[in-house]
């Protein structure tokens, strides 16, 4: 796991090495243990390293091959890399390093574009040929590896987070409405390849961008699952059940491939705990686990210890249990925001950051239980989306998730922010007709899992995470395993109240409490009720001169929110203020003015 960046010039002269220092600089809490540059013509590259895989210096990056004519920047882990490189070694390739890095090298000289084919991980990488300056950017499947770029006719840039092209500088950094119009729509995501800065975009999941040293590029997109009843297994519960088991067994056991230790972070829910018990089954003993919860906050109850508490037990786990005071609060918001690449609204992210920077001081590696809602149907929005028609589907899931109106979005925003059409609708309606979703609930599932769910909650567990350098490893994100999820009948996911199949893997191995439980989540009650002192943040936040001049958001509006702070909701009951100060807040922590 680490950081990367680069400029590509078009316009004959030499890349910006002080740029691409700045950039470099700006991933350092991603990549703490090692820095690395390289230029040669037209391409200079970054990057910052988090030792995992090969902890000597031959892995150190840039990675040069004189004698392919490569040099690589790479983020992220190969979990299959020992196969692949005993596959290259087979074709006549001679390794130098024990790296991950090296076999993408390898690989790309062997396969080109093609090479992500054969990956099994999270990534993102940059390429260079030395002969033909061809430059080759790649994303993993579920883009759970971030790559942002900026780019004009002169230049493109390249950064494994979007506040280091901000240090690079000559960004555009004025709103994107159309980016905005999303992030008002569906609780802070905006989907790639936009962000909410009009200068700034993402190189989408699953895909390989081949730019030129003339500035033309192509993007390739290499993966899209089916998501439609073409498995042999059936309608039988069972068989599904013995499936996915052995799905997930091969998921967590590939992500435990690392030179250091690996623990869990452990919630107490349903995803987290599976983790422990296939990492049981697989002979793991004396797992680290670490489990997080806050100060009660107007009747709500901050943790979930009771269910944690039962599975390190059960798996004589070595568990860490963290209590964090509410004063503590105003400071880590601050630092979570700092440490966003973009804008979220979920307040689990300054959990996350705490839970981080705790779990730093004793590993550099964790499993967690992101995407298991998205894969497996478990939010409790999905079955009245299954209701539609297949025609239907787009209404359906805009009735279900979207967090307002088009027209009471529009009402919010200054008119120059506001867009006539309704963007966020008009891009899950061309999601939902693509052909290859048999029903509504699949197209929905499609959408999420591939569209919305790599800048949330993919990218939040990321960026918190990153921001310490830990490196968050997702056994539910495994492309095997989203595959046979997507196969799967919908009436296997749906019932039980979600996650059906799921939760019968679990009751196979995990205490029946844990199974039955009321569905979870990682509360922070303090943000979550805009508690003493967070709203005196967002107060200050909303009323600076920085977001009077800024004029997103009516006057009125916000003075609304502000004389009602814990009263304005979507209509999945998020808070509005939240929502609305959180881009606030982020803009200014970034310093865009």
Not at 310 to 330: C, E, G, K, N, W
Not at 372 to 393: C, K, L, M, N
Not at 472 to 497: M, N, Y
Request: hydrophobic content about 40%.
């Amino acid at each position: 796991m680490c950081g990367l960046s680069g400029e590509v010039r078009f316009d004959g002269r030499r890349p910006d090495l002080a740029a691409v220092e700045r950039m470099t600089d700006a991933l350092e809490s991603r990549g703490p243990d090692g820095r690395g540059a390289w230029s040669q013509a037209a391409v200079a590259l970054g990057h910052r390293r988090l030792r995992i895989i090969d902890l000597s210096e031959r892995g150190a990056q840039p990675m040069v091959d004189a004698q392919l004519g490569l040099t690589s920047v790479f983020n992220g882990c190969i979990y299959n890399y020992r196969e692949l490189r005993t596959r290259l070694e087979r074709l006549g390739h001679r390794f130098f390093s024990d790296s991950d890095t090296e076999v993408v090298v390898k690989a790309y000289a062997e396969w080109g574009r093609e090479c992500v084919e054969s990956f099994v991980g999270m990534f993102a990488f940059a390429v260079v040929e030395h002969r033909t300056g061809r430059v080759v950017l790649g994303r993993d499947r579920l883009g759970i590896k971030p790559l942002y770029v900026t780019e004009d006719a002169d230049r493109l840039r390249f950064a494994s987070s979007l506040p280091a092209l901000l240090a690079g500088g000559g960004v555009d950094t004025s709103i994107d409405p159309v980016a905005l119009h999303q992030y008002l729509s569906w609780h802070g995501t905006v989907a790639a390849p936009r962000t909410v800065l009009a200068g700034v975009r993402k190189v989408p999941p699953a895909t390989v961008r081949v730019v030129e040293p003339d500035g033309t590029r192509h993007d390739h997109r290499y993966w899209q699952p089916s998501y439609t009843r073409h498995s042999e297994l059936g309608d039988d519960p069972a068989a599904w059940r013995e499936a996915v088991h052995d799905a997930l067994r091969t998921a967590v056991r590939r992500r435990t491939v690392a030179d250091v230790p690996v623990g869990v972070l452990l919630s107490g829910g349903l995803d987290s705990s599976l983790m422990v018990a296939m990492l049981a089954e697989d002979g793991h003993h004396d797992v680290p686990t670490f489990a997080m919860g806050f100060e009660e906050e107007n009747g709500e109850a901050g943790d979930e210890f009771l269910y944690s508490d039962l599975v390190a037990r059960r798996f004589s786990t070595d568990h860490h249990q963290f209590m964090i005071p509410s004063d503590r609060l105003p400071t880590a918001l601050e630092a979570a925001i700092a440490a966003m690449s973009e804008p979220m609204v979920s307040h689990d992210a300054v959990a996350f950051h705490m839970l981080s920077e705790q779990v730093s001081k004793e590993l550099k590696v964790v499993l967690c239980g992101q995407g298991a809602d998205e894969v497996f149907a478990g939010y409790h929005w999905y079955p009245q989306i299954a209701s539609a028609t297949r025609a239907g589907a787009a209404d359906a899931y805009a009735r279900a998730y979207f967090d307002r109106s088009h027209t009471d979005l529009n009402a919010m925003l200054h008119p120059d922010f506001a867009v006539g059409p309704d963007a966020s609708a008009d891009f899950v309606r061309s999601h939902m007709d693509d052909p290859g979703a048999d029903t509504a609930l699949d197209a929905a599932l499609r959408m999420d899992v591939h569209a919305l769910m790599p800048d949330d909650p993919v990218k939040r567990v990321d960026n918190m995470t990153m921001a310490w350098g830990l490196e968050a490893r997702v056994p539910f994100l495994d492309q095997d395993l989203v595959e046979l999820a997507a196969a799967c009948p919908p009436r296997l996911k749906l019932a039980q109240g979600g996650k059906a199949v799921l939760k019968d893997v679990g009751r196979a191995v995990l205490p029946r409490e844990v199974v039955d439980r009321p569905k979870g989540y990682f509360p922070v009650p303090a943000v979550r009720h805009m508690a003493q002192p967070v709203l005196a943040r967002v107060r200050d936040a909303l009323t600076a001169p920085e977001a009077r001049r800024r004029g997103i958001f009516e006057q009125r509006v916000v003075a609304e929110l502000l004389a009602a702070p814990d009263r304005h909701r979507a209509r999945r009951g998020a808070n509005t203020l939240w929502q609305v100060a959180s881009l606030e807040i982020w803009l200014q922590a970034h310093g865009i003015h």
